[in-house]
Every structure is written in structure tokens, then in C-alpha cells.
């Protein structure tokens, strides 16, 4: 069956039906849009909108968006959901896996864009005869009998919708509202006792970060180090998929006095006042009762010169997969990688600024010479010249950097390879993975300045 679906033409049916006056933009509702500049391998079409000038596809904005599926195959789901299959009988027909299928049948439960959807489908439905020319009774028959099926889909989907709705609200009243509250925003005598408290779902902060299938893995697998536990056993997957369409009426849709940036400091200020406060501190100076018992002592994000070095690489991998040695553990499990650069950007917020009469090149010396006191001095000595208890019974000797001639032949981008590849036969080891280009740029500004000066 799913063979005799073409995907050009399921696509140029959906541009039909979503927009037959011309193409829209679905973030701003702007009509000036032109096709993307990158050429499109698939029938589906990318297009940038010369309003708001962000790009989206044809699936933007739509119950089938963010996903790899073919449109074909939605379509076949389309006319297999009104005949009431099992899951793994749909799975069978679609190609797919159980969970797949499953995850599927969730997805079309939910209600969004189904009306605007289906009063165009309907005007389609009507129109299409009287627009039928004479040598195309054919393709017109045939694009009509795809429109009709699509409407009868989605009827049934909009159908089984309000059902849906009532079942997940039952749900929620008998084993969420417990702690989360009847309205979602947690306010119950259960949920003050908890500690980290239930999620409000009535808040769109805090929502706008919660994702179909992140909801899907708490309620199924529970959330470790919280009082969320699994309900596998006791709801079945299309209860699940209820419970989460009810929950998602709770929170209004977006926050419109808030733009993207706000949005993305708002959830991270809320997401580093839960979880980075206790070591770090308010300010981020980490003078914290915590903090004062670490070893080593936390990163100061208060401090301008300390982070200079820390990178947004730097800050999203130590965040995600924590500091060996250091008390700064993993947070992959319990963020997500969106939700880590929220927390990336409030903290560059708490950076103060330069100290008064420091310039650039000034911040520049100053962590160069950090670096050399961290991972050279012991080597090459406060006077660069490699006398040291180290550096004497080493064969052959550290460089000597106090020597101006021959550090004036040597070009920076050899000092920098050096640095970063190492020097084989010698005890000069890579540094690369712990020193950065820019780790390596600072510290040779620092050497040429302290120890070449007569240079």
C-alpha cells in the first residue's frame, strides 16, 4: 500500500492544503518568503522568510514536524489510524519498530493545527471539482481521492481527540494532581514537602524546555534523585500519551513578554539558582560554606581573567560530563543539551568586568601568566631559563626563553606546534586538549614579554 504513495506528490498535496493561497511563514505569518538557498535532496522544500529571516521546511509548525519519517509513511499512518489497528499491527504495515509506532500514534493524539488543517482540507474537498480542466479527469480524480482520505483521517483523529482529552484528565486527577495540583502548579500540601519540588506544569517558563518525549521518559521510567517515580506498570502507552496531551493544556503556550534570549536567561537563571547556587554562589564568586571545603576550590564566574579561558566548548563539556578530579560532577542526565546552553548563557551574565585601567592586551599577559605558573613553571623556571630542580635532570634541557637570539629566529606559530604537538625525544609533552589555541596565543605573548625584554 505504502508503495503506491508518491512522496513528491504527498508533499504537493500538503502544500496544497496548508497553504493555497501561497506560502506562509509560521513563526511571524509573513508572506514574503523565498526559497532557501540550499538545494532540497528530498520533496520536502526549505524556505526563508524575509520578515523575521528564519528558515523553515514545509513540515514547520505542523503535528509531523521533527521527524525523519517519509511523508508517505504519515500518510499511510493517516489512513490505517481511523481502522483501529494494535500498535504492533501498524508497525507491521509502516516498517517500523514497536516503540516507533507507538511514539507515532501518541504524536497524532494531540490536537494541534487539526481545525485549521481540516477547514482547509474540507475547502479543498469542494473546490476541486469545479477546477478539473478536460485531458486531467485522471490526476484530478485521483488527487481529489487522496484529499478525501486525508480529511476522513484527520476527522477521525479530531474525533478521538476530545475522548482523549477526557481520559488524560482523568488520569491526572487520580495519579498526578496529588502532588502537581489540579491546576499543575504544585501547590499542594505534598508537593511543599518535597524536595526538588513536582514540576509546575501551569508555568511556560518553565515548560518551554519539556519536550513530548522527555515527558514520555519521565512518566514511563520515573526521574532518578526525585520523587517522580515509573509508571510503567500501571499506565499503558496510550494512557501516557493522553496523560501528556491534558498536561500540556495546562501551560499557556509560549510567553509573549519574553523574546527567545529572555526566555533562554530565564530558564537558565531558574536552572543555575536550582542546581549550581550551593557551590557557586548567587553572584557566582563561589565564597560559598560549600565551596570553602572543595578542593580544588570551584570556578569564580565572577572573575573576568578566570573566564577568559573558559570557552563555550569548555563550559558545555564541563557541564555535560563534569571535571574528573573536581566536585563538578555530570549534568547530561539531568538536562538536556538545550537546556545546558540556557544555563552557558546566564552565566556569562555574572561575568563583572574588567578590572579599572585593564585593556584586552592587558587580560591577554595576565592569563598567559596564569597558564605559565599552572603548567610550565616547573619546567622552565620563574626566569624562563629551564633552571630548575626539574629542569636540570632533564636530557635535553627545557628551551631556554631568556635567550633573545634564539628565541627571535623561532616564529610564534613554531612555539605554538610545539606547544601543542609536543617535541619528540624530549620531555616537552603535547598540551593539546588541555591548552586551547587561544590557551597557547596567550601564554607565548606572556613568554616574549617577561623574558625577552632586551630582545
Not at 500540601?189 to 514520555?216: C, E, H, I, K, W
Not at 570553602?292 to 563555550?312: G, Q, S
Not at 587580560?363 to 630542580?389: A, N
Amino acid at each position: 500500500m505504502q508503495a503506491q504513495l508518491n512522496e513528491t506528490r504527498c508533499y504537493e498535496l500538503l502544500r496544497r492544503v496548508r497553504w493555497p493561497q501561497g506560502v506562509v511563514c509560521p513563526y511571524c505569518g509573513h508572506a514574503r518568503v523565498t526559497p532557501h538557498s540550499k538545494p532540497a535532496r528530498t520533496p520536502r522544500r526549505r524556505y526563508l522568510c524575509l520578515g523575521c529571516r528564519r528558515t523553515f521546511t514545509d513540515l514547520t509548525g505542523t503535528p509531523l514536524a521533527r521527524t525523519h519519517l517519509r511523508m508517505s509513511t504519515w500518510f499511510l499512518l493517516l489512513r490505517l489510524q481511523g481502522e483501529r489497528r494494535s500498535t504492533a499491527e501498524l508497525a507491521r504495515r509502516l516498517g517500523v519498530k514497536w516503540d516507533t509506532a507507538a511514539h507515532l500514534q501518541r504524536r497524532l493524539t494531540q490536537e494541534r493545527g487539526a481545525s485549521p488543517l481540516l477547514a482547509k482540507l474540507r475547502q479543498a474537498a469542494q473546490d476541486a471539482p469545479a477546477r478539473r480542466a478536460k485531458g486531467a479527469t485522471a490526476m484530478r480524480t485521483r488527487t481529489l481521492s487522496g484529499f478525501l482520505l486525508l480529511a476522513l483521517s484527520i476527522i477521525a483523529l479530531a474525533a478521538g481527540a476530545a475522548s482523549a482529552r477526557a481520559s488524560g484528565k482523568q488520569l491526572y486527577l487520580k495519579h498526578c494532581a496529588v502532588c502537581h495540583g489540579t491546576d499543575g502548579q504544585a501547590r499542594t500540601p505534598v508537593g511543599r514537602l518535597l524536595n526538588p519540588p513536582p514540576r509546575d506544569f501551569a508555568d511556560p517558563v518553565g515548560m518551554s524546555r519539556v519536550s513530548f518525549d522527555r515527558m514520555y521518559r519521565a512518566i514511563k521510567e520515573g526521574r532518578p534523585g526525585t520523587s517522580m517515580a515509573s509508571w510503567a506498570t500501571v499506565l499503558t502507552e496510550i494512557e501516557i500519551g493522553d496523560l501528556i496531551d491534558y498536561i500540556l493544556t495546562l501551560a499557556p503556550r509560549g510567553d509573549a513578554a519574553l523574546t527567545p534570549e529572555q526566555l533562554s536567561l530565564e530558564v537558565g537563571r531558574r536552572l543555575y539558582k536550582r542546581g549550581c547556587v550551593v557551590c557557586h554562589g548567587e553572584d557566582g564568586r563561589a565564597d560559598t560554606e560549600a565551596a570553602k571545603v572543595l578542593h580544588p576550590p570551584p570556578r569564580n564566574f565572577a572573575d573576568p581573567v578566570e573566564m577568559a579561558r573558559v570557552d563555550d566548548g569548555r563550559m558545555y563539556l564541563a557541564i555535560k560530563v563534569g571535571r574528573s578530579g573536581t566536585a563538578m560532577a555530570s549534568w547530561a542526565h539531568l538536562l538536556t543539551p538545550e537546556e545546558i546552553i540556557d544555563v552557558m548563557r546566564y552565566v556569562r551574565t555574572l561575568v563583572r568586568p574588567l578590572p579599572a585601567g585593564m585593556t584586552a592586551a592587558d587580560l591577554d599577559l595576565e592569563v598567559g601568566r596564569r597558564i605559565y605558573g599552572q603548567y610550565c613553571l616547573s619546567c622552565h623556571g620563574e626566569k624562563g631559563d629551564g633552571q630548575t630542580q626539574l629542569g636540570r635532570t632533564l636530557d635535553p634541557r627545557p628551551r631556554d626563553f631568556s635567550d633573545s637570539r634564539a628565541m627571535t629566529a623561532i616564529a610564534d606559530k613554531d612555539l605554538a606546534r610545539g606547544v601543542m604537538d609536543g617535541r619528540p625525544g624530549t620531555a616537552m609533552a603535547p598540551w593539546r586538549g588541555v591548552l586551547n589555541p587561544e590557551d597557547v596565543r596567550r601564554v607565548i605573548l606572556y613568554i616574549r614579554a617577561r623574558f625577552q625584554k632586551g630582545a
